[in-house]
């Protein structure tokens, strides 16, 4: 039921899908109702002569008949050759099945308006509570009426505006008469490859990066670090070329950040630090005229 009725909303749209009335018409088959199938295989025919897969259910659909058309000529022979109390005894189990169903029928009706005037009698319960008049039973099932008038068109709306949505999906797929065939699209997913912007081939789970974010992340070249001794006593050097600057080894490019040995630069910043150092005492100064040693680190 869900396949006609999807297949039927996608009717709505395009009453010439072929595809759309192929899958109809297996539904309503695979539902009993053969007259309908081959109605729409004959019209999905009509739009598409060549399509293999039509013909063939047309065809099978055209031969379970006929075998139903026999077996049922068979039994109104057999009905027939008798002395035909079982089309009386048929007609008379008709006839009883018809008084028994508007008999449920009927039942069903006054159980639906036993509920309504239960559920009357609770509002005008409410209303009196809250100081309100109350309504008639009139009233309250025109009140009713109104609701669920209302509520049935929204649900169209919503029926609409979903319509609408299947259409615009339904432009943006790709147009595939047959769903045992692959389209190229889809066999390169498969695949797990695809094409850039560029026209490199890639695999399918890359995700290159817009404009837009390249602009926010910058340049990101790797860069080389340039040593300045005079504001950061470290640079890229190690500590085992005894202070000299030079990079290490692995290092030859100075690209990568090492530590250095800054024991020599320390040293000269401490000595004139504690040469430019002074005390005065009352009348007099004393101040530093030199560093004989220094030991530590």
């Known amino acids: 039921k869900q396949s006609v009725q999807v297949a039927t909303a996608a009717l709505e749209i395009d009453k010439n899908n072929v595809k759309a009335l192929y899958r109809r018409a297996v539904a309503h088959r695979q539902l009993g109702d053969a007259e309908q199938a081959k109605a729409d295989l004959k019209a999905a025919l009509q739009n598409d002569p060549a399509n293999v897969a039509v013909k063939k259910e047309l065809a099978s659909l055209k031969k379970e008949l006929e075998t139903a058309k026999l077996a049922q000529m068979k039994g109104l022979q057999k009905a027939f050759s008798r002395s035909g109390s079982l089309l009386y005894d048929d007609k008379e189990q008709e006839k009883k099945q018809k008084e028994e169903e508007a008999k449920r029928k009927k039942q069903q009706e006054e159980e639906l308006l036993k509920k309504r005037k239960a559920e009357w ?33 929204r649900k169209k709306e919503e029926r609409k505006k979903a319509r609408e949505a299947a259409k615009a999906a339904a432009k943006q797929a790709d147009s595939d008469s047959d769903d045992d065939e692959l389209t190229e699209k889809e066999l390169a997913q498969l695949r797990g490859y695809k094409k850039t912007a560029d026209g490199r081939v890639t695999s399918y789970f890359t995700r290159e990066q817009s404009d837009h974010e390249k602009s926010l992340i910058g340049d990101i070249a790797p860069k080389r670090l340039e040593a300045d001794c005079t504001s950061t006593p470290v640079a890229a050097s190690s500590a085992a070329d005894g202070g000299k600057g030079n990079p290490s080894v692995w290092n030859q490019a100075g690209t990568t950040w090492e530590e250095k040995n800054t024991t020599d630069w320390c040293r000269e910043r401490l000595e004139a630090r504690i040469r430019e150092t002074t005390a005065k005492v009352e009348d007099v100064v004393a101040s530093v005229k030199g560093v004989e040693n220094m030991t530590g680190e």
């Open 121 to 153: 009698e609770d509002e005008c319960v409410k209303r009196m509570a809250k100081g309100e008049p109350a309504l008639s039973f009139e009233e309250w099932e025109k009140e009713r009426k109104e609701k669920e008038t209302q509520e049935e068109k």
